[in-house]
């Protein structure tokens, strides 16, 4: 089991010197990289222990940049992420043993696994075992305070080092968030490193209102809703629906019959329907849908995306384009509105390419201070980096690099080499 393997990186990540982990258990193949597993600080009384992994680029971890990665939820744990989306380790099928991911994110960058909020995975309190922090601008100051003691007492050799923070679903406001905690730090000499360059966020939760009405167009275009219905579309403001039902009040946009039965209908979908992936098969019986106190805590657009921006900063807002749960239009018309109201020049939407074939559609927002690339992958869904490993390092070497071509193959192929020369040795421990 993966939990199995995790308990085994913790105890080695406990018993050697500098959290250095020289062998993980059951690897099926050498790797070339150093990873450091322990905890970071995420208060200044040191009760808030923060679990991490950290893993060194396979290029040159000397130069390349640092990226934070955090899965969302909110409370899913970032070491998931990492086995089974963009890290270097994926669990074979028998649950006892790893294998390599050739796509893997640090081909190109150190890689930051950390577990938040406060009592997510082996993250915890040391007042309180069970206890956890919740709200978003108090996850944001601990996630803050963990990227502060990362740079300055446990890897200082970093604090130097150009930086993102990446991450997706809920990180959509993990992200912002904290990166307007980083850019005040930095301006006010708190934060260790002024080297912050970016944010880019995976299938992002970044407006409630986007999502919510967006999510019936893009059901009208896969075939969920009838023609019959689409004139009650443009009619209907589905957000209002929601929210209506979450304070218990009465909007009669939200509220009339069409609306209500179109709406209705889509958030109670529960048969042979995978909310991450539309066109994957379902393993359970009923779609996982957010409750209503969760709308209720997130009904503001994240405006924060903008605001927290510094000089020559540059965000990445991708989408795989067969999700439903945070879809692609959604997060499109959030930016597209975020670039209206402060004014940035656009460029028109082109196809980028992944080995000779189509692998989405991007558009850049900028202005002299700041861009901002909208960019769908075609046929991933939720976990673009599980779905389609080879485009999304593709995307994010880029990204890292400030290519201005998503196309471009950045100098390297990570495909495993079909029939290997020489010996071949596997280490099972």
């Known amino acids: 089991m993966l939990f199995i393997l995790l308990i085994a990186i913790i105890r080695r990540a406990n018993a050697i010197s500098d959290e250095d982990l020289l062998i ?27 679990f991490y992994w950290f893993v060194e680029s396979q290029g040159n971890p000397d130069s390349d940049p640092v990226a934070l990665w955090l899965n969302g939820g909110p ?13 270097p380790f994926y669990v074979n099928r028998d649950s006892r043993s790893l294998y390599e991911n050739p796509y893997a994110w640090n081909k190109a960058a ?14 915890y309190i040391t007042t309180d075992p069970n206890g956890f922090v ?22 200082p050799k970093y604090q130097n080092r150009t930086f993102f923070i990446t991450g997706e679903s809920y990180a959509g406001v993990y992200l912002p968030t904290l990166a307007r905690l980083l850019v005040r730090g930095i301006y006010n000499g708190t934060f260790i490193n002024p080297n912050f360059q970016g944010v880019a966020i995976g299938n992002g939760y970044l407006s409630e209102e986007t999502q919510r009405n967006s999510y019936v167009l893009w059901a009208n275009y896969h075939g969920i809703i009838g023609v019959e219905e689409e004139p009650d579309i443009d009619t209907c403001n589905f957000y209002q629906k929601v929210i209506a039902e979450v304070n218990a009040t009465i909007s009669t946009n ?4 069409p609306c209500t039965s179109i709406m209705d209908r889509l958030l109670n979908l529960t048969e042979n329907y995978d909310p991450y992936n539309f066109y994957q098969d379902c393993y359970q019986t009923k779609t996982m849908l957010m409750s209503k106190s969760f709308y209720g805590r997130v009904i503001r657009p994240n405006s924060d995306y903008i605001n927290a921006a510094i000089p020559n900063f540059r965000f990445l807002i991708y989408n795989g384009d067969t999700d439903t749960v945070c879809n692609f239009l959604g997060d499109a018309w959030f930016a597209d509105n ?46 673009v980096p599980n779905d389609r490993p080879g485009p999304s390092l593709q995307m994010i070497i880029n990204f890292f690099r400030d290519s201005g071509n998503y196309s471009s193959d950045s100098g390297f192929d990570p495909t495993p080499v079909i029939e290997p020369s020489g010996n071949v040795h596997y280490f099972i421990f």
């Open 338 to 383: 975020l670039a209206t109201t402060f004014e940035m020049n656009k460029t028109s939407r082109v196809e980028w390419n992944f080995r000779g074939q189509i692998a989405g559609f991007t558009q850049r927002y900028y202005d002299d201070d700041i861009t901002m690339d909208v960019l769908t992958v075609k046929g991933a869904g939720h976990f």
């Open 134 to 155: 919740v709200g978003d601008d108090a996850v944001a100051a601990v996630n803050y305070h963990a990227m502060n003691d990362f740079f300055t007492r446990v890897h």
């Open 75 to 87: 409370g899913c744990s970032s070491i998931g992420g990492a086995f089974e989306e963009l890290g």
């Open 254 to 257: 939200a509220t009339s019959m």
């Open 110 to 123: 150190n890689i930051l696994f950390l577990e938040s909020p406060v009592g997510v995975g082996f993250s």
């Open 24 to 50: 993980l258990p059951n690897i099926t193949f050498i790797y070339n990289f150093k990873s450091y597993s322990g905890y970071l600080y995420g208060n200044a009384e040191k009760t808030y222990k923060m």
